[in-house]
């Protein structure tokens, strides 16, 4: 069959679902309903309000765990994490290449020094060998990222960093219900991604397994880091002591009760959205295992906010070359999923950080002159510029969807093999 990329019919000329609109969100009347309710009762910040404090209880309660902090973002999250750890300006945290900017704009903004370890070449996700090597006496965190919600070893990695007194920070942007490696099938929420580190992060983001445009939520089960974020996410202002004064450096993130008052419903339907994204991850890797040149990811503890495949080059091209063939089929495909690793953005390459200063990644504050080129993380490099191809997987893709991706992918991967 001739290949769409060479002027064959393509595979699909229809869009699939997507996340950017209703094609591809789980909303219902109970949202609408909600915001009235909102908006009837007048209260629209969080101060006073009954939807975002109702919000933390009920997200905390459902991972199991005693405080969840309400904030404006996953970014807004993982800097409560970070500013609550309070790192000294330069200390470090160790970091994923393979992840949104957020978890690198968070250290940054605490005044805290980026060290990115390397990954692992299937999942991309930080290993406990690559943490390992990367802690020096100035680390004070690793940011652990759950990869399109596959479970990264977390467990691992926290048996390293409480033998230094260095925190985990998970960052479950993409992993919403993500069980932790080996914890698969766990009825115990304390199984559950978020749970196992020191700090668990999370983001509304539109894109997101549950969403409310934006918003972040950030877990512990330490009250002195709740205490913490929740002053640093309201100006560093204690409201409960009626005093009009500022105890540290905080900002305002202050998530809002429209926000909360759809997070809160958007909660109810997660299982359900985590369990229809399984269903179309297993039946995706029925009909593409085994298919040679490509590696399927592997369904224990997944939660599928994208379903990643690994491509090997010497079988079936780059991932580019790969991924523009799928793309021409009319397939939801995103070949490498980034364009460059995080370590080479130009924020970091050319220290566009607080005017021409290069704060932080200077020294003094950090312990060495800090920079980034490519080379620091070979295996991440290599994921994304070659063998990384990651695949949309949304929780109202029908039958005839997944029948289209795996004929699809099966077609451009029977070309790719017979030339
Ligand atoms: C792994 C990861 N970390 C952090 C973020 C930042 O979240 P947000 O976009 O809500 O600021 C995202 C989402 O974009 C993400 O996927």
């Known amino acids: 069959m001739t290949l769409a990329r060479d002027g064959g019919t393509p595979v ?36 006073g309000g009954v939807e975002v404090a109702a919000l933390e209880r009920e997200f905390a309660a459902f991972l199991g765990l005693p405080h969840a902090v309400a904030s404006t973002s996953g970014t807004a999250a993982l800097h409560l994490a970070v500013a609550a750890v309070d790192p000294e300006p330069g ?29 692992d070449p299937v999942t991309g996700c930080l290993t406990p060998e690559t943490v390992e090597a990367a802690i020096t006496d100035r680390t004070r965190a690793v940011i652990v990222v759950h990869l399109f919600g596959g479970p990264a070893p977390v467990d691992g990695i926290a048996r390293i960093c409480r033998a230094r007194n260095v925190t985990v920070i998970e960052d479950c942007a993409q992993a919403y219900l993500t069980e932790s490696q080996g914890l698969a099938g766990l009825t115990d929420s304390r199984g559950l991604a978020g749970t196992r580190g020191d700090i668990g992060c999370f983001s509304l983001q539109q894109s997101k397994h549950i969403t409310a445009g934006d918003g972040g939520l950030t877990v512990t089960a330490d009250p002195h880091l709740a205490g913490r974020m929740r002053l640093f996410a309201d ?9 009009r004064t500022h105890l540290f450096l905080g900002f305002n993130y202050r998530m809002t009760e429209l926000v909360g008052a759809v997070a809160r419903v958007q909660l109810t339907r997660l299982t359900g959205v ?23 990811p592997t369904l224990d503890g997944h939660s599928f906010w994208l379903y990643p495949l690994v491509v090997d080059p010497a ?45 932080p990644l200077t020294s003094p504050p950090a312990s060495r002159d800090m920079r980034y080129a490519r080379g620091d993380c070979p295996v991440a490099e290599r994921m994304i510029d070659e063998t990384l191809l990651v695949v949309a997987c949304n929780e109202r893709f029908t039958d005839t969807d997944v029948a289209d991706l795996v004929e699809g992918i099966t077609k451009v991967h029977a070309a790719f093999t017979t030339n």
């Open 12 to 47: 699909r000329d229809t869009p699939f679902p997507t996340f950017a609109d209703a094609s591809g969100r789980t909303f219902g009347p109970e949202e609408v309903a909600a915001l009235a309710d909102v908006v009837g009762r007048g209260t629209l910040w969080r101060v």
């Open 91 to 119: 200390d470090e945290v160790v970091v994923p290449p393979i992840t949104d900017f957020g978890t690198v704009i968070a250290v940054l903004a605490a005044g805290a020094v980026p060290v990115f370890a390397d990954v």
């Open 315 to 359: 079988v079936l091209g780059t991932n580019r070359e790969f991924g523009a063939a799928l793309v021409a089929e009319g397939l939801p495909v995103t070949p490498g999923y980034l364009d460059r690793p995080v370590h080479l953005v130009p924020a970091l390459t050319e220290r566009r950080t607080f005017g021409t200063s290069g704060f």
């Open 274 to 296: 985590v369990d229809a994204r399984r269903a179309v991850a297993r039946r995706l890797n029925d009909g593409l295992d085994g298919l040679p040149g490509l590696t399927t």
């Open 235 to 243: 100006k560093g202002w204690p409201r409960d002591t009626n005093e």
